[in-house]
């Protein structure tokens, strides 16, 4: 029960649910590679300005994305940096959004590998 | 004999004779008597006669003598000589009195009683006469007179005599008539009287012991005779009362038994009733007590006193239970009360509990018996009703308490998650820089023993939700193949990381659609199949699906029942450990918690929700084996919208042939199953040389469906000579394989190839359907594809329903919208809550599909807000989107103003069924708007 970096299964899922063209997955991840680091980036902003809503927010939209593109490690991440936000009990955000920006890059790294087409 | 003579009687009686001697010497002494008496009279008369006459004659005879005599003398005139004379005659005692006389009438001499000479009967003169010469003359007269003294004597002598013989005579007969009478009458009457006696004394009977030939002898023996009868008749009489006795006796008998038999039962009767300790009482038929025990009296009156006769009406009892102070209830409105009792009684329906004084419980139960009457029964239960109260609030508490145990399972899970996560972030990250071999051992270990650690928690996570019973199941029509496909798809690459087979095999009878709950059937199947996988070492792991009951397939609305089979070729669970598996924290044994991990609490969920699901599971082992575990699961068939599609797949399929390939038996049975149920002609083989001999002599397969693990050669060399031996004429080839789409060096071999389609194993059957379509008829793929399982929303009148999508996040703006257009739909996009606002108030839509978690203005305000600003009958049917995938969420959602709630990643079928539902909403929303605008303008809010 290995928790992987990207469920493949989640990515399947995902090239069904929008019609099972490789091309339009290939533009999300894109998308994702575009938009990862400026989520995470939103993160940092929003822990140096103490704004635990604004964290909140950009934790559970990166959340979301990890979730769609199977990037389990980093949708737990996320997960648990949202719930700390909204429990108020956040701690050590500083190293969590690090461990956050890491799993982004290995998600982003894992799916860059997979070739996708329409086989 | 009977008949006396009255007088006689009457003399008897004043004599006082009573007996038949006194009655006979009555008659016979006077008889005597009067005949002595004649006897004597006659005789005597008759002596005295001859007396009178001899004296008479001696008279005259001493006259004439005595005159001669004399005469002589006289006329001698010797006077002394005549006196002598006379003298003489005097001592004859006859003679009283003699004188002589001359016959001038002198006296000459006289002797005696001279008066008696005149007087006396018996005298008697004569003339003396003296012849003197020849003459006579007269010279005097002698007188004389005889006494009859003498005759009296006798008379006397004899009249003594006669009554001394008469006293005789008299004493004879008396003696006679005794002796005859004692000997004669008196023994045999004094016998028969004795006999008589003795049969009127209840003695015994005996027969008079007397013979004789007279009367009485006739008599006697006619009384013996009538004794003897009266005797037989009494015998028999007897023996007749005897009989009739016994006969009564018995009967007595009978009747005393069966009247002490009936005493006893009616008085063990009386004693069970009055021993219960509940209160008892019998009405009949017309509601008047017939009996009732002390305990009823003493709960209806207060008292065990006799307040309640038999024969007093239901009505006067409740009256005086209502008068009783008994009943807290009565106390304020009696009447009431004392009918709703009456009523109660009357219909005598499920019993019911009353409050008594003093805190006190009652249960009545009122029943009508076979004969229309009533019993009332009513029970103490103030001690049940307390220990139930007790037990009430110990359940509380208990259930607080697990609820309280549960939650705190929950957060505690919750609370462990989060630092494991960052521990498996963390050991990723290590694992990913550069470390020497024993740091990256250890590294992965870290990480292995987190994840394991994420894996039990997990599971009690959802243990815990189970125990408190927070696990709600949908109730949804799925696609049955699509679920279990897929379950079985998500452990694909496991059961391939252990070279172990997974195949799953539906029978073709099982139903396309169910109504359920997919994910949790997934989660079943799921656990089911990655328990299987992860102790099998070598080998398959097989699940197979089939319907238990016949010929419900084509029925939508049928019930169902489905065997789900999940067969292992693993280690076994020895016979003794068996009963613990599905137990909470428990597995096999500690070793193999060792050596595999896990809570043991996969097996207990999983059960758990199989039961959920009104189902059951079972298992059945053998060592080093392998394990089987079975679970039934009922469910109503479901209809598919796409069920046309599949029709028209089915038939461009039907008649072609197909050459299969794999080495495994188990996947080469079910694909020929599977192939054969969709009505094509399969050819199977294990192996990929005696496929390519195949190919060679027999050319007209359609289609060639080709493995890619297998011993002699792999899918892609067998595919690759098969390119060889056919090439372009090849007929179109599908590859299943295990391995996934990560492996490059694979990619890149099936693209030089040209398989038709690769599938991974084990293969959905609408993708294999679809592949299969697509290999041999490659012109309708797309035309068919667009139509296909990727589009099942076609069923909703896509054009007229429109759709905003509100979401900040740009990849899930994208992601929806591809979804949505997918499904036919053109979405407007949105993100941001005002913007949504601002869109919603440019345009009608009828679906928003709104996110919930966005910066400024989140998911509830926008869609508060737009209920402000949009007229009710315009507002657009508002479903949540939201990451947060708690399905407790969802109450709070839909209490915050969101009609529907989708959780993300968002899946498909569940979306498809909201937006229908959003759709149905609007529909109605419009009629009734026009309805409302037609009768009332401006009632909007």
């Excluded at chain 2, 008379?155 to 004493?171: G, H, M, Q």
């Excluded at chain 2, 996570?461 to 696609?479: H, Q, R, Y």
Aim: net charge negative.
């Amino acid at each position: 029960m290995k928790a992987e970096i990207v469920d493949v299964g989640a990515l399947h899922k995902l090239l069904n649910a929008i019609g099972g063209d490789p091309a339009d997955l290939a533009e999300l991840i894109e998308d994702f590679n575009m938009l990862g680091p400026q989520l995470v980036d939103k993160l940092r902003q929003a822990d140096q300005a103490g704004d635990h809503t604004a964290m909140r927010i950009s934790a559970h939209s990166l959340k979301s994305n990890a979730r769609e593109f199977g990037a389990r490690t980093l949708e737990s991440l996320c997960q648990t940096l949202e719930q700390q936000c909204q429990d108020n009990t956040v701690q050590q955000s500083e190293q969590q959004i690090m461990q956050i920006g890491d799993a982004l890059a290995q998600a982003r790294n894992v799916l860059a590998k997979l070739e996708i087409d329409g086989a | 004999m009977a008949e006396q003579v009255p007088g006689v009687s009457r003399l008897h009686s004043f004599l006082g004779l009573r007996s038949v001697q006194a009655k006979i010497l009555a008659f016979v002494v006077p008889l005597v008597l009067v005949s002595t008496f004649a006897v004597f009279a006659l005789f005597e008369w008759n002596a005295q006669n001859s007396a009178q006459l001899q004296l008479q004659a001696k008279l005259e005879k001493l006259v004439r003598i005595q005159s001669a005599v004399i005469a002589e003398s006289l006329w001698n005139v010797a006077d002394q000589q005549i006196k002598l004379i006379l003298i003489a005659l005097i001592t004859d005692p006859d003679v009283i009195a003699a004188a002589v006389l001359d016959d001038r009438d002198d006296v000459i001499a006289e002797v005696g009683d001279t008066a008696a000479l005149g007087s006396s009967r018996f005298s008697a003169q004569n003339d003396i006469m003296y012849r003197n010469g020849d003459e006579n003359i007269q010279i005097g007269v002698l007188k004389l007179a005889l006494t009859d003294n003498r005759l009296s004597e006798l008379t006397k002598e004899r009249l003594r005599l006669a009554v001394f013989l008469a006293s005789i005579l008299l004493s004879a007969v008396i003696a006679a008539v005794l002796a005859a009478n004692r000997k004669v009458i008196g023994k045999p009457l004094s016998l028969l009287l004795e006999s008589i006696n003795s049969a009127q004394s209840d003695k015994p009977r005996h027969s008079v012991d007397w013979s004789s030939n007279d009367e009485i002898g006739s008599v006697v023996a006619a009384f013996n005779d009538l004794q003897q009868r009266q005797i037989a008749y009494e015998q028999k009489l007897q023996s007749t009362n005897d009989e009739l006795e016994d006969r009564v006796r018995e009967r007595t008998s009978g009747l005393l038994k069966a009247q002490s038999e009936a005493h006893e039962i009616r008085n063990q009767l009386t004693d069970a009733i009055e021993s219960i300790s509940e209160g008892f009482a019998l009405f009949d038929l017309d509601d008047l007590l017939v009996v009732a025990n002390s305990r009823y009296r003493e709960i209806m009156t207060g008292s065990v006193g006799n307040k309640l006769r038999p024969g007093a009406s239901y009505q006067e009892v409740a009256e005086i239970a209502a008068a009783s102070e008994r009943f807290p209830a009565a106390a304020e409105d009696p009447e009431g009360w004392v009918e709703r009792q009456i009523t109660r009684h009357k219909t005598a329906s499920a019993p019911f509990i009353q409050e008594m004084v003093g805190n006190q419980w009652q249960q009545i139960s009122n029943r009508r018996t076979d004969e229309g009457g009533t019993v009332a029964v009513h029970s103490d239960i103030t001690e049940i009703k307390r220990i139930s109260d007790e037990l009430k609030r110990a359940k509380d508490a208990a259930e607080a308490a697990n609820e309280a145990k549960s939650s705190f399972l929950a957060t505690m899970s919750h609370e462990i998650r989060t630092p494991l996560n960052g521990i498996i972030g963390m050991s990723t990250l290590l694992s990913g820089s550069k470390l020497n071999a024993e740091q990256r051992d250890f590294s992965a270990t870290i990480s292995m023993a987190a994840e394991t650690l994420l894996t039990i928690i997990n599971d009690i996570l959802d243990f815990s939700k189970v125990e408190a019973g927070a696990l709600e199941l949908e109730s949804t029509p799925m696609d049955l193949a699509e679920t279990i496909e897929s379950s079985v798809e998500l452990l694909a690459s496991k059961a391939a990381e252990k070279g172990i087979e997974l195949a799953c095999r539906i029978d073709n009878d099982v139903p396309t659609g169910l109504i359920g709950d997919p994910v949790r059937l997934k989660q079943i199947l799921m656990n089911l199949l990655s328990n299987a996988i992860k102790f099998t070492d070598n080998g398959e792991v097989v699940l197979s699906v089939s319907s238990m009951v016949a010929d419900a397939k084509c029925n939508p609305g049928d019930t169902t029942l489905l065997r789900f089979t999940v067969r292992d070729t693993g280690i076994g669970i020895p016979e003794d450990r068996m009963h613990r598996l599905f137990k909470s924290f428990s597995q096999v044994d500690a070793s193999t918690t060792r050596r595999f991990g896990g809570t043991g609490l996969g097996l207990v969920i999983t059960k758990r929700l199989i039961e959920l699901m009104g189902g059951d599971i079972g298992v059945e082992s053998e060592m080093g084996r392998g394990t089987t575990f079975t679970f039934n699961l009922p469910g109503e068939v479901a209809l598919l919208p796409d069920r046309g599609t599949r029709e028209e797949q089915l038939d461009q399929l039907k008649g072609n042939t197909v050459l299969i390939v794999d080495d495994n038996r188990t996947n080469r049975l079910i694909l020929n199953e599977k192939l054969r149920s969709w009505e094509m002609i399969p050819t199977a083989t294990e192996s990929p040389l005696e496929a390519l001999d195949l190919i060679k002599s027999n050319d007209d397969y359609g289609v060639y469906i080709i493995d890619y693990k297998m011993p002699e050669m792999n899918g892609l060399e067998l595919a690759r000579s098969v390119r060889d031996l056919k090439g372009a004429k090849s007929p179109p080839m599908i590859l299943f394989s295990s391995i996934s789409m990560v492996d490059e060096h694979f990619r890149k071999g099936i693209k030089e190839i040209g398989f038709s389609s690769v599938l991974t194993k084990p293969s959905r059957s609408g993708q294999l359907l679809s592949a299969l379509v697509a290999a041999i008829h490659p012109d309708e793929v797309d035309n068919l594809s667009s139509e296909s399982e990727l589009n099942p929303g076609s069923s909703l009148e896509a054009e007229d329903l429109h759709i905003l999508l509100v979401d900040d996040n740009m990849i899930n703006r994208k992601v929806g919208k591809k979804i949505l257009n997918g499904l036919g739909f053109s979405p407007v996009v949105v993100s941001s809550g005002e913007e949504a606002i601002k869109s919603c108030l440019a345009g009608e839509f009828d679906v928003v599909l709104m996110d919930i978690e966005m910066p400024d203005m989140d998911g509830i305000a926008a869609t508060a807000r737009l209920r402000e600003v949009i007229p009710m009958q315009e507002m657009p049917y508002v479903i949540a989107l939201t990451a947060n995938a708690m399905s407790t969420e969802r109450e709070r959602y839909l209490d915050s103003g969101m009609d529907d709630y989708l959780s993300k990643p968002i899946d498909i079928p569940a979306l498809i069924d909201c937006l229908k539902t959003g759709g149905a909403h609007r529909a109605k929303q419009r009629r009734t708007g026009e309805a409302a605008c037609a009768t009332e303008s401006g009632e909007t809010g």
